[in-house]
């Protein structure tokens, strides 16, 4: 196990250092959700600001892998959002 | 006794005077039932993100108040039957926050 371990730290580090457009990146990056922990802004369907961030350009709702918000926050996200489509504001 | 949030949207073509009428009239409804009304805020006129009904824009009325189911039945019987507003929403709250305001000074800045 330990060998292979090696071998996928000796690829290269840099994300341009790739041969063609389809090649997966190697380097991953794990991102914390923004709307959890503390001081985390409130999800309210009057906090207009804050739910536009999370649709798209033709109000779609956009999925938790793009903007990575944690599973539970995700499923109060779109209850509130779509409380602020009902009247009008989003 | 729950905790509740309601928001109305009335139209725009009505004058100022029947917009107070409207705002005592749930008043009316929400103290008259045994509820206890913790705050009132006026959106003001703010503009739809779609048209509702042929209408852009809309006088917005924003209620937290304390009450039983029982208030909660008049005030949907109320909303659709009025022919001045376009529509509604009641949400139930554990808790109320009153200070933050999220629309204060929207109208102000256009100005």
Redesign the interface.
């Known amino acids: 196990m330990k060998r292979k371990n090696n071998k996928f730290n000796k690829r290269p580090q840099n994300p341009l250092n790739k041969l063609s457009l389809f090649q997966k990146s190697d380097s991953r990056f794990s991102k914390k959700c923004p709307l959890s922990g503390k001081d985390a802004p409130?999800i309210?369907?009057?906090?207009?600001k804050l739910l536009k961030r999370y649709i798209s350009d033709t109000?779609k709702i956009m999925p938790s892998r793009i903007t990575s918000v944690s599973q539970s926050k995700q499923r109060k996200l779109t209850s509130e959002i779509k409380?602020a489509?009902?009247?009008?504001?989003? | 006794m729950n905790l509740y949030e309601h928001?109305l949207?009335a139209k725009q073509d009505i004058s100022t005077a029947e917009l107070e009428k409207i705002e005592k009239k749930y008043n009316d409804i929400i103290t008259k039932t045994d509820g206890k009304i913790v705050k009132v805020e006026k959106w003001g006129l703010?503009n739809?993100?779609?048209k509702?009904k042929t209408y852009n824009k809309?006088f917005?009325i924003h209620y937290k108040f304390e009450a039983k189911n029982k208030t909660l039945e008049e005030i949907k019987r109320n909303s659709i039957i009025d022919n001045s507003l376009l529509?509604h929403?009641t949400?139930k709250y554990k808790k109320l926050?009153t200070e933050?305001e999220?629309?204060k000074g929207i109208n102000e800045k256009k100005k």
């Open positions: 409130i309210d369907y009057k906090n207009i109000d409380k489509k009902i009247l009008g504001l989003i | 928001t949207i703010l739809f993100a779609k509702i809309g917005y529509r929403l949400v926050d933050t999220y629309f």
